[in-house]
């Protein structure tokens, strides 16, 4: 058995490998035995679709953000979310799963199209009332349907909702239920989702965590043995593993988090008091204004840290075609600093017509989300103003 001579290299170089030397029969034997204890990180890899190393080196960074027992990397976030709910289903023995109503769009159509129309789940939701959700009504729900998991966001998509999260996860334990919270929005700089007794945290690492629009992948964490190793098996036979490529990059990306993401929150708290401050907007959604239905249970929750860096308003107008056609006219006005992209979280401030994304669900057609960047602040604050005017 040859021993490969080490690099003094500061990072972890990008294994490509789709299969790892095994060597012979006996390691061959070994390797595919202690295999069956599904283990983040193994003694022996066999297989890029099992666990690769540099993927592996990712995950142990993302532990130490996220403050959690292990990490895994998928893909996308969507096969983060499909990973962490799918290992709840159990045949005839999986009890109903509940899901909050304001959550990711995508979230939404994978409930309808794959979880109900495809696997016939028991699929219940729970929606808020007055943009904010009542916990007692949820006290209620939990008792009579005793979910097999409850899943939430820790700030909605795109009218950015608080739920009272710490509460919430409480209530989930006293029923027996799994709490999964997405926490793309707040990421742990706001919130550690698990310290609170969350079960697993799901991020859409696309975003923030990679926070340069150049790669997709997804994050799931928790502290329970018992599912990381459902996970890892899960993973491993849906194919749901990111490249040892883009775990790299991501890598690298990760450790600018801490101070690109505060930066977006400082610029995205001035922005929002400018846009409120407007007289041509009418409402402006940020959990950081006292405005918002849900202000108070994100001062609770994120105490001073700031309040997300996605800011969602709504052009004032007379009448429908009026609010349409303001907003047309700032997207235009704005298009050479500030595009359009269906995203998010990245480093550059990007925005979204609300209506052209979620049709009927949010038909306001003056509605725009502004996904906030880390740009110098008085470059975002001079564009939008001259748009307003």
Request: hydrophobic content about 35%.
């Amino acid at each position: 058995m040859d021993k490969k001579k080490s690099v003094n290299s500061l990072r972890m170089p990008v294994y490509r490998d789709a299969a790892f030397d095994l060597f012979d029969a006996e390691t061959a034997s070994m390797a595919f035995v202690a295999e069956a204890e599904a283990r983040h990180d193994p003694d022996l890899y066999i297989y890029s679709r099992y666990r690769n190393p540099t993927v592996v080196d990712a995950e142990k960074e993302i532990m130490k953000r996220e403050g959690s027992g292990w990490a895994l990397l998928t893909q996308t976030g969507m096969s983060a979310i499909d990973i962490a709910i799918s290992i709840f289903q159990r045949g005839k023995k999986t009890r109903p799963w509940l899901f909050f109503s304001e959550i990711y769009g995508g979230t939404l159509s994978y409930i309808e199209s794959v979880l109900k129309s495809r696997r016939g789940l028991d699929i219940h939701t729970f929606s808020p009332d007055s943009g904010k959700y009542d916990t007692g009504k949820l006290d209620e729900l939990l008792r009579s349907l005793r979910p097999e998991f409850i899943y939430f966001e820790t700030i909605s998509n795109p009218m950015l909702i608080v739920p009272d999260a710490l509460n919430i996860i409480r209530m989930s334990k006293k029923y027996g239920a799994i709490t999964i919270v997405d926490n793309t929005f707040a990421t742990p700089l706001l919130w550690k989702p698990l310290e609170a007794g969350a079960d697993i945290v799901i991020h859409s690492a696309t975003k923030y965590f990679s926070g340069h629009g150049n790669l997709t992948a997804g994050i799931l964490c928790g502290n329970n043995e018992a599912i990381l190793k459902s996970a890892i098996e899960y993973r491993k036979y849906t194919g749901h593993m990111i490249s040892s490529d883009d775990a790299y990059r991501l890598n690298t990306q990760m450790q600018s988090l801490n101070l690109r993401v505060s930066r977006q929150l400082e610029n995205a708290g001035k922005l929002s008091e400018l846009l409120e401050r407007s007289p041509a907007v009418c409402k402006t959604f940020y959990p950081g204004l006292k405005s918002h239905p849900t202000h108070t249970e994100a001062s609770l929750l994120f105490g001073n840290k700031g309040f997300g860096a996605v800011i969602t308003f709504d052009f004032a107008g007379e009448n429908h075609a009026d609010k349409r056609s303001k907003r047309d006219r700032f997207i235009s006005s704005v298009s050479e600093k500030i595009r359009l992209v269906p995203s998010l979280g990245d480093s550059r401030t990007t925005l979204l017509p609300v209506e052209s994304v979620w049709g009927e669900k949010y038909p306001e057609p003056g509605m725009i989300r502004l996904s906030v960047g880390f740009e110098d602040y008085d470059e975002i604050e001079h564009v939008i103003s001259m748009a307003l005017q």
